[in-house]
T-cell receptor, first 112, second 112 residues
């Protein structure tokens, strides 16, 4: 079992470019999440999904979009990248009934 | 406003000592509590989960929960240099999506 996988590991974008961060899980969990982590700032929730076809905004959704067409995949789309989106992005899943949350290895994104 | 608070540290302990990490949370109805370890440049790794008042032990780690005081702690016995990391407290405050709220983390250094 790979758990939660994310691609790419690193990416440099120019201002105004777009990209999709990929997240795939093989844990058969319904709940999936996208976080960003800035130095010293903790984890901030961007979007979450409670199952295929159902997504909702978290604390910091502006500038991002998500979709969830399957249980396994939860891609995060950045449109019109801005320097403020320079961060480390983590995808996570939560299972039932433990509600333990498991993280992917992260994507380090720099926007210049 | 749902909050999880931790002492940011840094906390330094000598090898073999007990490290004590503390966390308070704002939502009285929270049911699930977690401790994550995060090494520099890596993703958060789940090390303990606790759901009931009292202590839960797993190897050198003990989690303590007091719901009346809205307080959760992590004790690391016989601290090793490999325990040097940032420890994140996380609280599942339920609601739509079973969202997690994270503290900003406590940086622990174990001195050989």
């Amino acid at each position: 079992n790979a758990g939660v996988t994310q691609t790419p590991k690193f990416r440099i974008l120019k201002i105004g470019q777009s990209m999709t961060l990929q997240c795939t899980q093989d844990m058969n969990h319904n709940y999936m999440y996208w976080y960003r982590q800035d130095p010293g700032m903790g984890l901030k929730l961007i979007y979450y999904s409670v199952g295929a076809g159902i997504t909702d905004k978290g604390e910091v959704p502006n500038g991002y979009n998500v979709s969830r067409s399957t249980t396994e995949d939860f891609p995060l789309r950045l449109e019109l990248a801005a320097p403020s989106q320079t961060s480390v992005y983590f995808c996570a899943t939560t299972g039932y009934p433990s509600y333990e949350q498991y993280f992917g290895p992260g994507t380090r994104l720099t926007v210049t | 406003q749902k909050e999880v608070e931790q002492n940011s540290g840094p906390l330094s302990v000598p090898e073999g000592a007990i490290a004590s990490l503390n966390c308070t949370y704002s939502d009285r109805v929270s049911q699930s509590f977690f401790w994550y370890r995060q090494y520099s440049g890596k993703s958060p790794e789940l090390i303990m989960s606790i759901y009931s008042n009292g202590d839960k032990e797993d190897g050198r780690f003990t989690a303590q929960l007091n719901k009346a005081s809205q307080y959760v702690s992590l004790l690391i016995r016989d601290s090793q240099p490999s325990d040097s990391a940032t420890y994140l407290c996380a609280v599942n405050m339920g609601g739509a999506g079973n969202q997690f709220y994270f503290g900003t983390g406590t940086s622990l250094t174990v001195i050989p």
